[in-house]
């Protein structure tokens, strides 16, 4: 999306929370960060509920020092904790809000009250609005690292054979400790019908690294424990993914066609829940919960897997998903607003 706005008279500035593993991705990208105290409310215990409140108050006081030094023309909100602070420093700045999930959470939802314009990445998420007017449905933007792999490229740079189907396991940056026991108990069987590309997360590496397979099948075991701008050549390379239902699937799964068995977060009501609903809901992909994977993952991957029609109508059904331009219908909007407050002065 920084594309889109482009480089010349943009002055961007991220402001994240403390202790987050955004400074060091964004110093890498050559953005700005300043990083801010915020907490959440929603949900919180008695005893964790002042300090809390005072991480937020820390973090009103240090948001309006914020916006009174930088001046923005226009407020782009994505969620997290430091969002409600800031958002409530900058009362009289135009403000867009992205829901990247189907549903809104907390944050977002308390945003959404005042935000000018929001975007959402389905027409589904319109129904959580109390002004739905306000909802721009942009999709999920992608970073160009992401979608400039070709299958062919992807194959070769994992080294995958064109031979058998390739299933890619992932459970987010942290990984998903469920999805990835699950997974190195049913390997044998797995591998063999197919290979798997994991991406385990690095909490999660040296347990599987150190699993020990058939002499014969572990060459279709490709294992790491995270990808940085090769994460697009792992959905470029796959038939199949199991993963979580995460906002980013929204985006990356349908941009890919790729069909998908989700494993949400089991916490009732969570948006991973709905994420997961909206995509089984569109035939693009299918829901095991947590609790079923010790009986159901090897059959249900396995049949999938196989199954080369039904996995072509589900990649069809994902693709119909996607929305390429999602990043520049973004821009545009973030432009807009700018040039709103412009005229207004």
């Not at 916006?67 to 009289?92: E, H, I, N, Q, Y």
């Not at 990247?100 to 959470?105: E, F, V, Y």
């Not at 980013?248 to 066609?257: A, K, N, R, V």
Request: hydrophobic share 50%.
């Amino acid at each position: 999306m920084l594309q889109e706005l482009g480089d010349e008279g943009v002055d961007l500035l991220w402001v994240g929370g403390e202790g987050g593993m955004e400074a060091d991705l964004l110093s890498r990208a050559g953005i700005q960060f300043i990083a801010l105290p915020a907490a959440g409310l929603h949900g919180v215990g008695l005893l964790a509920l002042p300090r809390n409140l005072w991480q937020l108050v820390r973090g009103y006081f240090g948001a309006q020092k914020l916006l009174a030094d930088f001046k923005p023309d226009v407020l782009f909100f994505t969620g997290g904790f430091v969002a409600a602070p800031v958002a409530m420093a900058a009362s009289r700045v135009p403000t867009l809000a992205f829901v990247p999930d189907i549903k809104p959470g907390f944050t977002l939802r308390f945003i959404a009250r005042f935000a000018d314009v929001i975007a959402a990445v389905a027409e589904e998420a319109r129904q959580y609005f109390r002004k739905p007017e306000r909802v721009n449905v942009s999709g999920y933007p992608l970073r160009k690292e992401i979608t400039r792999w070709t299958r062919d490229a992807a194959m070769k740079h994992f080294g995958l054979s064109n031979d058998l189907p390739t299933l890619f396991v992932f459970g987010g940056s942290k990984g998903a400790r469920s999805i990835n026991d699950a997974v190195a108990a049913s390997l044998p069987s797995l591998l063999e019908k197919m290979q798997v590309l994991h991406v385990t997360g690095s909490a999660n590496w040296e347990h599987m690294a150190a699993l020990t397979l058939p002499a014969d099948l572990a060459s279709r075991y490709h294992a790491y424990p995270y990808l940085h701008d090769d994460m697009g050549a792992a959905f470029a390379a796959a038939d199949l993914a199991l993963c979580r239902a995460g906002a980013s699937t929204l985006g990356e799964l349908p941009h890919f066609g790729l069909p998908a068995v989700l494993v949400p977060i089991p916490l009732a009501g969570h948006l991973q829940a709905v994420n997961a609903e909206y995509l089984e809901a569109h035939s693009a992909a299918r829901i095991l919960a947590d609790s079923e994977m010790k009986d159901l993952l090897v059959p249900t991957l396995t049949c999938l897997i196989q199954d080369k029609a039904k996995l072509a109508e589900m990649r069809q059904a994902m693709s119909v998903l996607a929305k390429p331009n999602a990043s520049a219908q973004i821009a545009k909007l973030l432009r807009e607003l700018g040039t709103r407050k412009e005229s207004v002065q």
